[in-house]
């Protein structure tokens, strides 16, 4: 990292002699005490591993002193606070990230290389913790980052999963799970809170009772009882004081250990109940194919809001003698519908616990909460069956069906005409097995309700939620997603970053929309020269990476064309492989064809039970294996298919693409956010007008931009008509030719069946109109074979998508949660106490930001 990037008279503090100084010697001695102290190892003995726990705790060691005053400033000033409910959080490596938002990163560097160490070499041994599925995750991270850089009073509530989501191998092709050991090593990071441990219940009954005033009232008596334990991790803001926590929960037995059942030799009963409540928080999102999978994600959802929502009342009644202004001081954000049982439970614990009349109760629960809708898939909005609710959460499906009893008494009071009404809104879906609605139950329990890109925003309106558009017109808001730039342009791209610093300053990195002023580069031929030098390092480092995992030479100088995301159908990655083996078919019937070379990157994982979306895996990696070996293709293309897609590979990833793969159905795709990325680091994209695709095109400029397919409306119109996805089979020689080779075994070494379901759901049923959209995107793709060849134009286009992104910063998103949402505000962390504390010590710069 370029020390011109972050100058170190902006470090906060410099102290040559206390314990968490910021000089390059304190900061050495230090990193050597832990390495010792903490880790019990002379610098002889010790690993890799050991030298970035110890670094860790040194860089933890400084956070704490702003972590704890941004938790005194917010409890003595009574502040609003934001909390925001994942039941994903992909934060990345924190290391680095940590250096970045402290302005540390040269002098740790300094410190480590001078103790005969390499800082990039440490960082890599920092494990990415898995603890999300993909842009749901992501996006919380980003938002915690832009929570604590915009100075906002937050909490991060998730699951402390012991096993994230699983690290993917490639075995012949094929995907393979292996556990996610991501705290085989412990975690530097996270502090646990013991003290601050919660109950939660399961199962059992409900039963009727008198209180004090003789009014009659509910109470859960439940079989089982779990202990929730939460661990801190701090997240810290750049360039400001402020440092907000991510809590995330652990499941412990309330009775570890029967020693009883011990004596009496039943050793594995001893100790069945602790097994059994800690798998609660073991695995991120087991499979669901099973009732006991159903049955554990459940809880795992029910877990983690009660122990949040335990914790927002235990912190509200610090300060106040009542819940009765909990609006006043809480903003609870529902992540999808994942922690949509919240309701139920505020719902609960008002009404149960602290003896509020029903009516205000529910008044306190609309005001407080909000909830954010993040897909139009009608399989993504869940629906729990009604007899197991009852099994788990009897008192919550009491609540649930009194919530239901007056909202749809309003609805027949407002809409008398309207019968099929009550059934579309109806918090339970009756007909067959009876089951729970989370996104009704969500919309109705909420004050605010919002897409995540203008499209998807539109879609719930007319669509999906319309319903409850028809009912609450004012509940509904559009915000678009973002991106951090710290981390994604930043600490992905230092050479980049150190470009733009160079010319504007470092208050791009707060304020993206500075970029802008970099469009007067654009014709100057020097800054396009500049600009494509630092691709192509990019591009060769990601070369390096993919011959030393991939055992494969790729040309850095080729057309990087890249599909990173969470494999699935409507993300089409099968389109992009037709767009492959059409180009392959193209140069096995003309050997001397000109093109321009390409290398296709692909990424993603499949979800274990998702059969459809592994198949699609082991086609790339059967096409690549076919593409890569041929003599005819002379190195034009090369597939490549990079294992385990997480956050830390993808900042490899989006600095080096030249094109950004965005081919999902028109209509499907909420958002995205990996769009924005490739984008803001100079990748031109390829897409439909979906999610946030739409919005990048608008800000790119439509020239700058490779649109191609149906839009959502016609996607619709056409599906109605009746859509035969053979007749454009039969009609497109080249589509015909493509998916004959796939057919034929060629591809599986003359295996037929192989990829047969594939072949036989695109030909009879194709739900994502592939078909429909496939000429269209070759015609596309070929306009970017003839844009890339005129380098000068290319680069032009790079530079003004990269510069053009403000839009797409997730501190734009968070700040318009705050103001038309959220209704919160920043609070200023200062540090002057801390100040005249380090008096007399040889302080050299004050601890600000």
């Not at 009232?217 to 009882?225: A, C, E, G, L, S």
């Amino acid at each position: 990292m370029n020390q011109s990037m972050i100058p170190q008279d902006q470090c906060p503090i410099q102290i040559e002699d206390d314990r968490t100084g910021m000089s390059v010697e304190t900061l050495k001695r230090a990193f050597a005490d832990n390495l010792f102290y903490l880790q019990g190892k002379y610098e002889s003995l010790a690993t890799q591993d050991d030298f970035y726990m110890a670094l860790a705790y040194t860089l933890r060691d400084r956070l704490l002193s702003r972590w704890l005053k941004t938790l005194k400033t917010y409890l003595e000033n009574d502040v609003k606070t934001v909390y925001y409910l994942s039941a994903e959080f992909l934060m990345g490596r924190h290391l680095g990230n940590s250096l970045i938002n402290l302005h540390l990163y040269d002098r740790i560097r300094q410190a480590v290389e001078e103790s005969g160490l390499d800082l990039e070499e440490i960082l890599e041994h920092e494990p990415d913790p898995g603890l999300g599925n993909g842009g749901l995750g992501r996006l919380a991270a980003c938002f915690l980052d832009s929570l604590a850089t915009l100075e906002i009073p937050a909490v991060g509530y998730g699951i402390r999963y012991e096993f994230g989501i699983f690290h993917q191998i490639i075995q012949d092709g094929w995907q393979a799970e292996i556990p996610d050991k991501w705290l085989r090593l412990g975690n530097p990071w996270e502090i646990a809170r013991p003290d601050q441990a919660v109950e939660v219940k399961f199962g059992g009954h409900t039963e009727i009772y008198s209180d004090e005033k003789g009014r009659p009232r509910k109470r859960w008596i439940p079989d089982t009882r779990v202990m929730g334990i939460p661990y801190d991790t701090p997240v810290p803001g750049y360039d400001t004081n402020t440092v907000n926590p991510l809590r995330l929960w652990k499941a412990e037995s309330s009775d570890d250990f029967d020693f009883g059942e011990f004596n009496a030799g039943n050793y594995d009963g001893a100790v069945s109940e602790k097994m059994r409540s800690e798998t609660i928080s073991k695995v991120l999102y087991p499979n669901d194919n099973t009732p006991q999978g159903k049955q554990l994600r459940l809880e795992q959802q029910f877990f983690f809001v009660s122990c949040s929502l335990q914790d927002i009342v235990r912190v509200h009644l610090m300060r106040h003698k009542t819940l009765d202004n909990l609006p006043e001081t809480a903003a609870i954000q529902l992540n999808d519908t994942h922690p949509a049982v919240a309701i139920a439970e505020m719902m609960r614990l008002l009404v149960d616990e602290h003896g509020f009349d029903w009516n205000i109760a529910w008044r306190i629960t609309q005001k407080t909460f909000a909830y954010t809708n993040h897909t139009l898939l009608p399989e993504a909005l869940e629906r729990w069956s009604v007899g197991l609710f009852e099994a788990i959460l009897p008192r919550h499906l009491e609540i649930i069906y009194e919530i239901n009893h007056r909202f749809l008494e309003d609805v027949k009071h407002w809409y008398p005409e309207d019968s099929g009404l009550l059934s579309r809104l109806s918090l339970i879906e009756e007909g067959g097995e009876k089951k729970v609605r989370m996104a009704n139950l969500a919309c109705v329990g909420s004050h605010a309700i919002n897409g995540v890109a203008a499209l998807h925003t539109e879609l719930l309106k007319q669509d999906t939620l319309k319903d409850f558009y028809k009912l609450w017109p004012e509940k509904f808001y559009n915000k678009t997603n973002g991106v951090t730039p710290r981390r994604w342009v930043l600490l992905s791209n230092p050479k980049l970053s150190e470009l733009f610093t160079r010319k504007l300053g470092e208050g791009w990195l707060k304020d993206v929309d500075q970029l802008r002023k970099l469009e007067s580069y654009v014709e100057d031929p020097e800054f396009r020269a500049e600009w494509r030098t630092i691709k192509q390092h990019n591009k060769q480092l990601m070369a390096d990476y993919i011959a030393a995992h991939n055992g494969l030479e790729v040309d850095p100088h080729s057309l990087f064309d890249i599909q990173v995301k969470r494999i699935h159908e409507y993300k089409r990655q099968h389109l992009n492989v037709l767009n492959i083996i059409t180009l392959y078919n193209r140069i096995k019937q003309n050997p001397d064809l000109n093109i321009q070379p390409r290398t296709f990157i692909f990424g993603g994982k499949a979800a274990p039970g998702y059969f459809m979306a592994k198949l699609i895996i082991k086609l790339v990696n059967s096409v690549a294996e076919v593409v890569n070996k041929d003599p005819d293709v002379r190195g034009r293309i090369k597939v490549v298919f990079l294992a385990n897609f997480n956050a830390s590979l993808g900042q490899r990833i989006y600095p080096c693409a030249d094109l950004s793969e965005q081919v999902s159905t028109a209509g499907k795709e909420a958002s995205g956010t990996g769009n924005m990325k490739f984008s803001m680091n100079g990748a031109l994209t390829i897409g439909t007008l979906d999610g946030a695709n739409i919005e990048i095109r608008e800000e790119a400029g439509a020239e700058n931009f490779f649109l191609f397919g149906l839009t959502a409306h016609e996607v619709a119109a056409l599906k109605q008509q009746g859509y035969k996805p053979w007749e454009y089979y039969e009609q497109n020689a080249e589509l015909k030719q493509t998916i004959d080779r796939i057919a034929s075994g060629f591809f599986s070494h003359g295996d037929r069946n192989m990829f047969k379901p594939l072949v036989d759901s695109l030909m009879y049923n194709d739900p994502y109109m592939l078909f429909a959209d496939y000429q269209d995107y070759i015609d596309c793709q070929d306009k970017v074979d003839r844009a890339y060849a005129d380098q000068e134009s290319w680069t032009k286009m790079s530079i003004l998508n990269s510069i053009r992104m403000g839009k797409f910063s997730s501190d734009r998103t968070i700040s318009e949660y705050c103001q038309q949402i959220w209704g919160v505000k920043p609070v200023k962390v200062e540090l002057e106490e801390y100040n005249q504390a380090l008096a007399g010590l040889n302080v050299t710069q004050p601890v600000s930001s």
